[in-house]
C-alpha cells in the first residue's frame, strides 16, 4: 500500500477497527504487506478509539504553531503605512512601504518579502506573471553630480482647464530634481530661466540632454537653438536624442510619472504662481525622499556625496555645416536671421558653414559672404 492515501484503503480500516476493539493480529506482517510503518497504523488505532469512523478524516499538516509568523499589528502597520503613501500621491509599492516602517522606527520591522505577501493577502494587489528581462539594454548613468542634466516639458492642466507645462530638470548620476518650473509653454525663454534658476542653485553641468523640442535643440533640424548658443557661452556640451527614442531621456519620463501622480493626490491649482508653489514642496519631497534607483539613497544625499563635474569653458562653439536654397530676392534663412547674398545667386543652394555665430557661405566654390549675426536683429545687412 502506498503512503498516501493509505488511510481509505478497506482492509487498513478494517484492521485498525479489530485492533481498536482488542482483536489479536499481527501488525508486523499486515504492515509489511501493506507498507505501512507500525507507528502510522498505532495512531490510527488511538484516533480510532477516540473517534471512531471520524478518526479516519485527512487532517492539516499545517503546524498548529507559527512561532515566526507575524503579530497581526504589522500588517495593520503595512496597509496603514500603504494608505498614507497613497494619499500623499508617493509609491506605496513594498520597498516603499518598508522604508516608511524603518524610518518611522517601528518593531518587528518586516522583510520586503513578507510585506509583499501581506499586501497579496489583505487583496491590495495581484500578482503578475515574471516577465522576461530585457535584452540588449543597457542602462546608463553619469559617473558624477553635474556630469549631465536631463531636461523635459510635462503638459498639465489648470482647473479651468488652461493647458500649461512644467519644464523639469534632473540630475543624470543622483537623481536629483534641479529644478521644476511652471510655465505657459515649452517655450524657449521659460527654458531660459528654468536653467538660470538651477544654475543658481547647483552651479553649471557639463552637458545637458534633451529631446529635439524647439525650445531645446535645433540640431535636427539643421540650426542651432537660442538655448544651445546660451549654454555654450558656459562651455555647456548640448546632447539630443534620437528622434522617436525617448527612452534616452528614461529618467526624466519615469520622473514625469511621479510628478504627476503627487500632483493628483492635491486640489488642482488655478494659476502658474499656485502650480509653482506646489512644485516647490514636491522638488523638497522628493529630493529628500529614498530612491529605488539609487541604492535607497535619497536625491540629495547622492548629490552631496561625490564632487561635482564642471563645465569644459575651454569648449569650442558648436559647430556646423547645412545647405539652404536661395529665394528668388537673393536672401537665405539660417538661425532665424536672413542673410541676403545677392540676386545673382536666387535659385541656387547654397552650402553655409558655421560656428558660433559666425558664418561662411558657398555658392559652389564661390564664397558669397562672410559674416557674425547680430542676433538683436533679423535681417543681416552687408
Known amino acids: ?21 482488542g482483536e489479536k493480529i499481527n501488525v508486523a506482517r499486515f504492515c509489511d504487506e501493506h507498507d505501512v510503518s507500525r507507528g502510522t497504523f498505532y495512531h490510527y488505532v488511538e484516533r ?4 471512531g469512523a471520524d478518526g479516519f478524516t485527512p487532517r492539516s ?15 495593520e502597520a503595512v496597509l496603514r503605512a500603504r494608505k498614507e503613501l497613497a494619499d500623499q500621491g508617493l509609491d506605496n509599492g513594498a520597498l516603499s512601504i518598508l522604508w516608511r516602517l524603518e524610518d518611522a522606527g517601528f518593531v518587528p520591522l518586516p522583510s520586503q518579502s513578507s510585506i509583499y505577501r501581506i499586501l497579496l493577502d489583505r487583496g491590495q494587489i495581484t500578482r503578475e506573471p515574471r516577465k522576461r528581462p530585457p535584452r540588449g539594454r543597457r542602462r546608463f548613468e553619469f559617473d558624477a553630480p553635474n556630469a549631465c542634466w536631463q531636461i523635459d516639458g510635462l503638459d498639465v492642466c489648470l482647473d479651468d482647464g488652461t493647458k500649461v507645462c512644467i519644464i523639469q530638470i534632473l540630475d543624470d548620476h543622483s537623481r536629483l530634481d534641479v529644478g521644476s518650473h511652471a510655465a505657459a509653454s515649452e517655450n524657449t525663454a521659460d527654458t531660459l530661466t528654468a536653467l538660470e534658476l538651477a544654475f543658481a542653485r547647483y552651479g553649471h553641468p557639463a552637458r545637458l540632454l534633451s529631446d529635439n523640442g524647439t525650445a531645446f535643440s535645433g540640431k535636427c533640424r539643421g540650426y542651432l537653438a537660442e538655448t544651445e548658443r546660451a549654454l555654450a557661452t558656459h562651455g555647456i556640451q548640448t546632447i539630443a536624442s534620437t528622434p522617436r527614442h525617448p527612452q534616452t531621456c528614461g529618467k526624466n519620463e519615469r520622473v514625469h510619472s511621479t510628478l504627476r501622480r503627487w500632483l493628483s493626490a492635491r486640489p488642482t491649482p488655478t494659476t502658474l504662481p499656485e502650480l509653482q508653489a506646489l512644485l516647490e514642496k514636491y522638488r523638497h ?8 534607483g539609487i ?20 569648449r569650442r562653439a558648436p559647430a556646423g555645416r547645412v545647405t539652404r536654397p536661395v529665394a528668388s530676392n537673393g536672401v537665405l534663412q539660417l538661425h532665424g536671421c536672413h542673410i541676403p547674398i545677392g540676386r545673382a545667386h536666387a535659385h541656387t543652394t547654397a552650402t553655409v558653414f558655421w560656428q558660433g555665430d559666425r558664418v561662411t557661405i ?19 545687412r552687408h
Not at 362 to 380: F, H, K, M, P, S
Open 1 to 21: 500500500m502506498s503512503g498516501t492515501g493509505f488511510s481509505m484503503d478497506p482492509e487498513f480500516v478494517a484492521a485498525v477497527a479489530r485492533k481498536a476493539h
Open 48 to 51: 480510532f478509539r477516540a473517534e
Open 61 to 75: 499538516t499545517a503546524p498548529h504553531h507559527h512561532p515566526n509568523a507575524l503579530p497581526g499589528t504589522v500588517g
Open 285 to 292: 519631497i522628493y529630493n529628500n525622499r529614498r530612491h529605488q
Open 295 to 314: 541604492g535607497g539613497h535619497t536625491p540629495q544625499q547622492r548629490y552631496d556625496a561625490t564632487t561635482k563635474a564642471q563645465p569644459d569653458t575651454s
Open 362 to 380: 558657398l555658392i559652389g566654390d564661390t564664397i558669397a559672404r562672410e559674416l557674425t549675426l547680430n542676433r538683436q536683429v533679423r535681417y543681416q
